[in-house]
């Protein structure tokens, strides 16, 4: 059983430009989180998705930033217009679904290390 | 979700066991208590979580005091792969919300 994949890995982007970066969760899993981890910072939860639905975004940025979780197809964490301050790691992590907090865990991927230059 | 305050570092001696302590006296009845950890840049890896009572997998033991304000994290035998940064969370469910943890430093 796959983990959690994320791609590219590495992203490099200029100022202005647009970044996306992907997350397919591990099989079975139908809830997608995005987190940032600013150099030398904590982790920072962003936005929760299930399939087609945003269900909490209190920690995205409220310009330039979007999510989504497609009925098919991976989550997309979209950077638009990007400055020097997003170069940070990007998580994606998935939870499987379930009735109670017992089965939240969450299962990291292995970050996007976005550069803007 | 309820705070938690952990130790910023702590040291453990190779082949000894590790306890990791944390704090959440403001805890709610329907909240667990999970461990992560993160491994220098790596994706946060999901150790153990529990409720009430103590737990036990195949990474570590988790001790909750029965007035579950505080508990311990146990790696009975820490390698050298064990240094990292351990994050003790309150949790019911939704977003995790990561404190600055303790960073074990696990030496030969």
């Not at chain 2, 992560?36 to 529990?50: N, T, V």
């Not at chain 2, 994290?73 to 003790?88: G, M, N, S």
């Amino acid at each position: 059983n796959a983990g959690v994949m994320q791609n590219p890995r590495h992203l490099v982007r200029r100022r202005g430009q647009e970044a996306r970066l992907r997350c397919s969760p591990m099989k079975g899993h139908s809830h997608v989180y995005w987190y940032r981890q600013l150099p030398e910072e904590g982790l920072k939860f962003m936005v929760y998705l299930q399939k087609e639905n945003i269900i909490d975004e209190s920690g995205m940025p409220k310009e330039r930033f979007s999510a989504e979780f497609p009925k098919e197809g991976p989550s997309i964490l979209r950077i638009q217009q990007v400055v020097r301050g997003d170069s940070a790691a990007y998580f994606c992590a998935s939870s499987p679904p379930g009735p109670a907090a017992s089965s939240y865990e969450q299962y990291f991927g292995p970050g996007t290390r976005l550069t803007v230059t | 979700d309820a705070k938690t305050t952990q130790p910023p570092s702590m040291d453990c001696a190779e082949g000894r066991a590790a306890n990791l302590p944390c704090n959440h006296s403001t805890i709610s009845g329907n909240e667990y208590v999970y461990w992560y950890r993160q491994i220098h840049s790596q994706g946060p890896q999901y150790i153990i979580h529990g409720l009430k009572n103590n737990e036990t997998n195949e990474m570590a033991s988790l001790i909750i005091t029965e007035d579950r304000k505080s508990s311990t994290l146990i790696l009975p035998h820490a390698t050298l792969r064990d240094t990292a940064v351990y994050y003790c969370i309150a949790y019911q469910g939704g977003k995790l919300i990561f404190g600055q943890g303790t960073e074990l430093s696990v030496k030969p």
